[in-house]
């Protein structure tokens, strides 16, 4: 009997502290900013992740060599280098966390997209990324509304159309499958990227290439290197 009603007063707290944070934990979770102590919130009910990064626009824009200009997003265990963010959340977390909002990969895109990209006539680097449509905004302490990704892209002289944003995925890479394998960590990619989880499905590896094929950063619209930042990808119908 004392059991029981133990049970009872556990279960009246517990009732409390969800009618308090209005009426669904899982609710009161997603409505948190995402922070460096907690890089990843997803809401189911508004199919929205956010994540915590770190901006570098100065540094994009002076990057050069291989890659330069090409990751929008990457994880920050990652091999792939001056990104204009960077998180503390992996690529792979970030693909499950789209898929338990609805997302659908693509899969669509080989390695040889990025292993053939100095070829020309090479199909597969003129491959695009496919899967669902994502919104991607971008917000800090200060800005008065969330940004649009596409407001602070200068168009890439090759295509001036405004990003697509297409889950390609590409989970399935070996790297992703081997314990401890070093691995790029993509995100999210400028360009139809093999490895990167969410991708410009409007321009191919083969446009990364063409010379001056390039996205620079309109750093006026945003704050300096090394603010902390909220990415937040809404998956679209």
Known sequence: MKSQTVARKFYLVFLSVVCFLGGSPSLARASQPATMETPLVISSESKQVTLYGVIYPGRFNRAEGDEA??????????????????????????????????GQPGNTLSMEAWTQRADPDSPASQQK????????????????????????????????????????????RWFNRVPFAPRPG???????????????????IADYMARPGRFQIDTERLPPDRTPVQVIFELLP
């Open 186 to 204: 993509c995100l999210v990619c400028l360009y139809s990227c093999p490895s990167g989880k969410l991708s410009n499905g409007k321009l191919s």
């Open 69 to 102: 200009h090409y990751h929008l997003l990457t994880w920050k265990g990652g091999h792939s280098k001056n990104a204009l963010i960077e998180t503390p959340v992996d690529d792979l977390t970030f693909h499950d966390a789209l898929i338990k909002i609805g």
């Open 129 to 172: 990324a496919s899967g669902s449509r994502f919104a991607v905004f971008l917000s800090w302490q200060g800005a008065p509304k969330r940004l649009p990704i596409y407001r602070i892209l200068r168009s890439s002289p090759s295509d001036p159309q405004l990003p697509v944003w297409n889950f390609e995925g590409n989970r399935g």
